[in-house]
Every structure is written in structure tokens, then in C-alpha cells.
């Protein structure tokens, strides 16, 4: 039924009026008419539910196209591990790889006057900033710390620094802290640089951010026992090839944020400058670079984090220092030692990242009245300490101000050991945990993935990167997968993929419910950050020794340690992505009665899932690099491998290994980071 309402008369002296209102008039009657004779016509919905439901026929129509070619290969391909005929032997070419460098280290143009200088400039520029540092003493070096914390971010972080420098000292580890630093600021330095430079052609070219993406995958994710054997071919034992060892892992971070602050500088200002006539110099000098200054910052706290991380396995190839420290005391298996050079490593972690954070805080801010004097005040009172202590002849720490921190830690241990291992009634000891965690979890998981056929294996990667992903995802991820055969380590790569599932699983399990009770309680986030803060820096190495004494050697102390490592991550992510739902959402679910429980299941967990995607992502990552290293301790697989290939100088085996671990660690990324797919309107979603 169609009803005309009846307009109000215009007025005659308003010819504006009377157009308007016949127009209205003709229009509405035209609609009506319309209304009445026209057939209905199905409308075009283009909102987020028919979004949801092509989504949800998308993934049945794959999972019934996965079914199908189950089927169809089990008939034409059977069963069976990666054919033979489908693998290559690289160790020919490696070992005559190998052989070259070794015989022409000596006399080759490149290593003479290439290789050569870059290996004289380390060592001189490490020397330098040792010098520096044993010049200004222990007091000039712990004034200048307090003094660079207070001048940034407050009294609080000033005293904070002086307890850290303090606390190496007293732990007898004064020197090789300054050694590491000294090592540190080089390599730091020279990964923001190279970081720097990449990321900058990363972004000002979308061809260079495509090229640069996967070399700098493969830079992150390639266990570092991979690389150290080609570094130390090249660059022999010492100093330069530890730095340029850290150089590879740290530079990653910086390039990546800062690509990230050019990419996304704002576009009105960037536009801005160029209506003025900017050239292109001029508007990265004068736009972009200012605009991306919290990416670059954090990408500098970032490469000093992972610089520390890499401080304990670069003394494997004589890095000296801290690493060096710890590395002797996890030879002879002294916990003790090893955790008081443990603990500087933490507190310069610490320290550098709450230093870097708050300077990043505040940039942006108007510089305060007499900035430059108090900058003159800070270096003047360090170069007056630093004076005092020479004259004082109190250049290095004394040896009465030690404390002896080994010996009760290692009683410590030993009492976990007598009463931890096998001696709890009733639950058992942590000895039979592990066996039953090997036993049920890992053995089933990984004969379970080694009984699967390698076309199955391929097809359940691809299945799954579809289904969060798009196509090219997916290939990623299968010929990730398929490479890993091709070199020929199939049923290693799938063990240490089980243990890296098992490991990630109770990763998550214990991250996720620690991260939402931390963002729903400050109380328990604030007791929980200095806790994360330490076993997020404290070496990977540390780990393995209380994990063995607890836990014993195998496959199980392994992913105890990988736990533990990647635990710190998921729980920061997740809190964070939970305490940043909109609060009017949350304000919108109380109002409609919505209980504790509801609010958290219905409305913060949906809310923060591309945190909590990430978080899975990152702890998957991080559980990896750990599990590699696992391979000191019993873990077995490409961890082990990569570990004899350096111990062996074995460079086809230790490199190989590596590969497949890149590999691997590009195929996890795929199958747990969502990609856009493009919605039915042609927008990203």
C-alpha cells in the first residue's frame, strides 16, 4: 500500500520555496510510483556479515578441496618420507667452499684489501672504546651512567643505573662488563648503521621493501651457530667475527622500524612539503625522517636488546667478556658463575632499555631552559670523577668490594637437585615430569608428523596458510616446507617441529592466562614486569644449565628452556593488546549487565586478537631459537647439527641445518600471521 502525504502550501513570496517544494513533490511521487510498480530486486549486502559468511564458505571449500586431494594422493602416492630422488647433496660444493676461503684467507685480493680493513677497523674501534672506558674507571664510567639516566628520565632511573653498574662490580665482574660494553657500542653502532641504510631504501621503494623482506627473514630467523662457522672461516677466531656475527642479528630490528616510520610518515605533511617545492632530499631531511624519530628510537632499543642477546653465543668464537664468563662456567657446569655473569648482562639489558624508552618518551617535546648547560654539567661532573679516581689511583674496582655470589646459588641448586628431581611424594619429581612430557607429548607428536607422507605434510601447511592467509601465502609456506626436503633433512626438521609445537602450545596456554591476569590487575602487572624484564634478557645459555638440573638431558629440558624464554613476549603482548580495547566497548558490555567472564570472552579477547595473533607469532619465533640451542642439551634434530657443524667446522652440515631452520621458522610465520585478504568491496580487510 502506497500513502501520499499532502505538502503544505508555499508561500507566494518565496520563489526559492516553491521550487523547492515542487521539487520535493516530484521526487517523492516519482519514488512512490517507483515503489509501487517496480519488481523488488535483491540488494547487494557488502557489510562485515556477508564478509563473514564468504569467509566461512571460503574456508569449507577449501577444507572439502583438502579432503578431495587427501584422498586422491593417498591412492597415487601412497605413503612414505621425502624421496630420495627428490633431494640434492650440497655438501660437495660447501666443503669446496670451505676449502677455498681456508686456502686463500691469506693471499686473495679480497680478504687483503677488503675483508682485511673491515677486520682492522673492529678491532681498533673496540680497542678505542675500551681504552675509553678503562680511562674513566669505574667511577667516572658508573657517574656518567647515573648522570646520561637522570638527564633523560628522572632521579629514579639515575639511581637505578648506579645500583646496576654497582652490582656488577660487587658481583667481581667489572672488567669483563666493560669489555662487553665496549664490544656492544661497536656492534650496535654498526648494526644501526647498516639498519639505518637498509631500512631507508626499504622505505623509499616498494621494489627495495619486497627484495629486503625476505633477506632480512632469513638474517632474524637463521640460528646463529649457522652463521658463526662462515664468520669465523672468513674473519678467523676473536673480535671481528663476534661483532659482525652480532652485526647479522641485530641489524634486522633497526632496519625493519625504521622502513616501518617511513612507510607510514604522514602524508599530508610529506604532501605539505612538496607543494612547497621540497626536493626529494628535502622532504626525507625535513618530514620523514622527524616524522619516523619513535620508530628509529625504538629500533635502536631494539638492536641493543638483541646485541645483549647475542653477547653469550658470540663468545663461543672469542667475543670475550661477560659471554665468555658465562660460556667457561656452563663447561663445567657451575650454575653459580654462570648466573653472576649472568645478572650484568640483565642489568645493562635493563638499564640501556629503560634509558632508550624514556628518551623516546620525550621526543617531541619542547627542549627545556638551559638544556645545553645541563648537558655541560653532566659531562663536566663525569670528566671531574673520572680525574678524582686517577689521582686516587682507583681506576678499577677494588677487590674488597666483591661479594662471592657462586657458591650459594650453586647450594641453591644442589638442594633443588636433592629435593626437586626425584624426591616429591605423591606429584612426583621434576625427573619423571619430563619423562612423561617426552613420553606423551613429544614421542607421539613427532612419530605422529614422521608417519604422515611428505605430500600430506606439504598439503596440511599449505591448507592452513590458506585459511588465514591468501594464495601466495600459502605457496610461501609449502615451498618453505618442500625445500626442507630438498636439502635433505626431512625427519630431523620434523622432530624439531614437534618440539616446537609442544613447546609453543604450553607457551601459550601459560602466556595468554598470565597476560589477561596481568591487564586485568596493575597489581599483579606491576609485580610481573621486573620478573619478565629478567628473563627476557638474561642469556639463552643461563637456561639450560637449572633446566638440566631440573629436568636432566633430553628433548624435554629443551622445550622447558624454549618456554621459558618465549614466555616473557606473549605475556607483554597480550596485556598490552587486552588493556588496549576501547574502553567504551567495555563501559557498552557493562551497561548491558555483562559479568566478568562475558566481558572478557565476548568483548576484550575478540577485541585484542591481532595482539594476541602476534603473540602466537612472536612466541612461535622465539620458542624456535631456543629449541636450536636446545641442541647442547639433549634436543637432537637441526639444533643439534647446526651445533656440531660449528663444533666441527663442518660447514656443509652446520649450514644445511640452518637453511632448514630458516625454513622452517618462514613456514611457522606463514601459517600463524593472518595476511589481508581484499573484502567484497575491493578494500583491504
Known amino acids: 500500500m502506497t500513502t501520499t502525504a499532502t505538502p503544505a502550501p508555499p508561500d507566494p513570496t518565496n520563489t526559492n520555496t516553491n521550487t523547492n517544494t515542487a521539487t520535493n513533490t516530484a521526487t517523492n511521487t516519482s519514488t512512490a510510483t517507483s515503489a509501487t510498480t517496480t519488481a523488488p530486486t535483491p540488494s547487494t549486502d557488502t557489510g562485515p556479515g556477508a564478509l563473514r559468511r564468504l569467509t566461512r564458505h571460503r574456508g ?12 586422491l594422493g593417498w591412492a597415487l602416492l601412497g605413503a612414505g618420507n621425502w624421496p630420495a630422488s627428490l633431494s640434492v647433496d650440497l655438501s660437495g660444493p660447501l666443503e669446496r667452499t670451505s676449502d677455498w676461503i681456508i686456502d686463500n684467507r691469506d693471499g686473495h685480493p679480497l ?32 657517574a ?161 636488546m638483541m646485541a645483549l642477546g647475542m653477547a653469550v653465543i658470540a663468545s663461543v668464537i672469542g667475543a670475550g667478556g661477560l659471554g665468555d664468563r658465562v660460556y667457561q662456567a656452563l663447561a663445567s657446569v657451575d650454575v653459580g658463575a654462570a648466573l653472576a655473569a649472568g645478572v650484568p648482562i640483565v642489568l645493562l639489558a635493563v638499564v640501556l632499555d629503560r634509558v632508550t624508552a624514556a628518551a623516546g618518551q620525550r621526543i617531541g617535546e619542547a627542549p627545556a631552559d638551559h638544556s645545553r648547560l645541563r648537558w655541560a654539567v653532566v659531562a663536566l661532573v663525569t670528566v671531574v670523577v673520572a680525574v678524582g679516581a686517577r689521582l686516587l689511583d682507583r681506576l678499577s674496582w677494588p677487590d674488597a668490594w666483591t661479594v662471592d655470589f657462586a657458591e650459594p646459588v650453586n647450594g641453591a641448586v644442589d638442594w633443588m637437585t636433592a629435593h626437586l628431581y626425584s624426591g616429591v611424594p605423591l606429584v612426583g619429581g621434576t625427573a619423571d615430569w619430563a619423562g612423561h612430557f617426552t613420553s606423551w607429548v613429544l614421542n607421539p607428536l613427532r612419530d605422529g608428523l614422521q608417519w604422515l607422507p611428505w605430500w600430506a605434510v606439504l598439503l596440511t601447511v599449505g591448507v592452513l596458510a590458506l585459511l588465514i592467509g591468501t594464495w601466495r601465502t600459502a605457496a610461501t609456506a609449502v615451498l618453505a616446507m618442500a625445500a626442507i626436503g630438498v636439502l635433505g633433512v626431512w625427519d630431523p626438521a620434523l622432530d624439531t617441529l614437534s618440539q616446537v609445537l609442544a613447546a609453543v602450545t604450553v607457551t601459550l596456554l601459560l602466556g595468554f592466562a598470565l597476560g589477561v591476569a596481568a591487564a586485568r590487575s596493575t597489581r599483579l602487572g606491576r609485580a610481573l614486569r621486573p620478573v619478565l624484564d629478567v628473563f627476557q634478557t638474561m642469556p639463552q645459555f643461563v637456561y639450560l644449565i637449572p633446566v638440566v638440573a631440573l629436568f636432566g638431558v633430553g628433548r624435554a629440558p629443551a622445550a622447558a628452556a624454549a618456554v621459558v624464554y618465549a614466555l616473557p613476549a606473549v605475556v607483554r603482548i597480550t596485556a598490552q593488546g587486552v588493556r588496549a580495547v576501547d574502553p567504551s566497548a567495555m563501559e557498552s558490555a557493562r551497561s548491558l549487565g555483562a559479568t566478568g567472564r562475558q566481558q572478557l570472552l565476548q568483548v576484550q579477547l575478540p577485541l585484542a586478537r591481532p595482539a594476541l595473533l602476534l603473540a602466537v607469532n612472536q612466541g612461535v619465533v622465539l620458542v624456535l631459537a631456543v629449541v636450536v640451542i636446545g641442541g647442547l642439551v639433549g634436543g637432537g634434530a637441526l639444533g643439534y647439527d647446526a651445533v656440531f657443524g660449528l663444533a666441527q667446522g663442518d660447514l656443509a652440515t652446520g649450514l644445511v641445518a640452518g637453511a632448514a631452520i630458516v625454513c622452517l621458522g618462514l613456514m611457522l610465520d606463514r601459517v600463524t600471521q593472518p595476511t589481508g585478504r581484499r573484502d567484497l568491496t575491493g578494500k583491504g580487510a
Open 60 to 71: 569449507r571449500l577449501i577444507v572439502a578441496c583438502a579432503a578431495v586431494a587427501f584422498v
Open 111 to 142: 680478504f687483503l684489501y677488503f675483508l682485511g680493513h673491515v677486520s682492522n677497523v673492529v678491532v681498533v674501534s673496540v680497542r678505542a672504546v675500551y681504552l675509553v672506558l678503562l680511562a674513566l674507571g669505574w667511577a667516572g664510567v658508573t
Open 144 to 304: 656518567a651512567a647515573a648522570l646520561l639516566a637522570w638527564r633523560v628520565a628522572g632521579v629514579r632511573l639515575a639511581l637505578t643505573s648506579l645500583a646496576a653498574f654497582a652490582v656488577c662490580g660487587l658481583l667481581g665482574m667489572w672488567v669483563p662488563t666493560m669489555q662487553t660494553l665496549a664490544l656492544m657500542v661497536v656492534a650496535v653502532a654498526a648494526s644501526v648503521l647498516l639498519g639505518g641504510l637498509l631500512g631507508l631504501a626499504a622505505g623509499l621503494s616498494d621494489r627495495m621493501h619486497r627484495i629486503l623482506r625476505p633477506v632480512l627473514d632469513t638474517m632474524q630467523v637463521l640460528p646463529a651457530f649457522a652463521y658463526l662457522l662462515p664468520v669465523v672461516l672468513v674473519f678467523g677466531i676473536g673480535v671481528p667475527a663476534a661483532v659482525l656475527a652480532t652485526v647479522v642479528y641485530a641489524a634486522p630490528p633497526m632496519a625493519r622500524l625504521t622502513a616501518l616510520g617511513l612507510r607510514d610518515a604522514d602524508a599530508g605533511v610529506v604532501e605539505a612539503a612538496t607543494s612547497l617545492g621540497a626536493t626529494g632530499r628535502q622532504r626525507l631531511l625535513t618530514a620523514r625522517l622527524p616524522l619516523a624519530r619513535k620508530e628509529l628510537l625504538l629500533g635502536l632499543n631494539q638492536s641493543i
